[in-house]
């Protein structure tokens, strides 16, 4: 460790195997949604076509590149190899570059999201009515939906469930109908309020959230590229 610090080394060491650990622990969640039986349940849902998957592909691809990432910072900090540390420099700042990239293009397209997430909904209003097996697992995911939030019907309300309202109604039944926030509907009484608004205001909650982990990793992966460059140059000064 000769002409370089160790508080530099062990800081650079310790950062990637976090790092590395992360990236095993997306990866292994990621191939359990997609290889096991509950995660096939979970992306065969919903009509939801080839999406899903594509998402679950995405993210074994990122937990690839972050444990191959951490892996390079750790070796590279260990042997003191300037090589690795410049591969891994050069790979976290394209990974930051892109971060930043989807962060303005998530920005910008903020409002046409919101129109997408609208016309999913309206699209998917049909499967409530539906008596087809493939509309059943979105029918009692509505179900679960409404039974926690006190809301009925997708978008238009009760009326949404169509011949299949008496089977389901019990996930939306409201207790009095002097609350102002029920309704009476084929003479049950159910929740007035269509579950479109909170969808959309638990999306925007949790885009909050995305954003915030976001941001948290971009200065996580600053202070990677702070430290490797350090290390890099040190070593060079040897």
């Not at 009515?129 to 409404?146: G, H, L, M, R, Y």
């Not at 009095?176 to 009484?189: A, F, V």
Request: charged letters at 15%; glycine letters at 8%; a negative charge.
């Amino acid at each position: 460790m000769a002409g370089v610090s160790g508080c530099i080394k062990y800081s650079m060491f310790i950062f990637n195997f976090l790092f590395w650990l992360c990236g095993i622990v997306i990866l292994g969640i990621a191939i359990w949604i997609r290889v096991s039986k509950d995660g096939q349940e979970i992306l065969s849902s919903a009509d939801s076509g080839t999406y899903p998957y594509v998402a679950v592909n995405i993210l074994i691809a990122v937990g690839a590149i972050i444990m191959i990432l951490g892996f390079l910072g750790c070796c590279g900090a260990v042997k003191e190899s300037r090589c690795m540390l410049l591969l891994f420099f050069i790979f976290l700042l394209l990974i930051l570059l892109l971060q930043v990239a989807a962060g303005i293009l998530g920005a910008a397209f903020k409002s046409e999201s919101q129109s997408i997430l609208n016309e999913t909904l309206y699209k998917n209003v049909n499967l409530l009515s539906s008596t087809s097996d493939d509309a059943k697992a979105f029918q009692q995911a509505v179900t679960e939906f409404q039974e926690e939030f006190k809301c009925c019907g997708l978008v238009n309300g009760a009326a949404d469930w169509g011949n299949n309202f008496l089977q389901n109604y019990k996930s939306c039944e409201c207790p009095s109908l002097t609350d102002s926030s029920c309704t009476s509907y084929k003479g049950k009484i159910v929740y007035k309020e269509p579950c479109i608004s909170f969808i959309e205001e638990l999306v925007a909650k949790h885009l909050i959230i995305v954003i915030g982990i976001a941001f948290g990793l971009a200065i996580i992966e600053t202070l990677g590229l702070v430290f490797s460059m350090v290390l890099y140059c040190q070593i060079g000064n040897k």
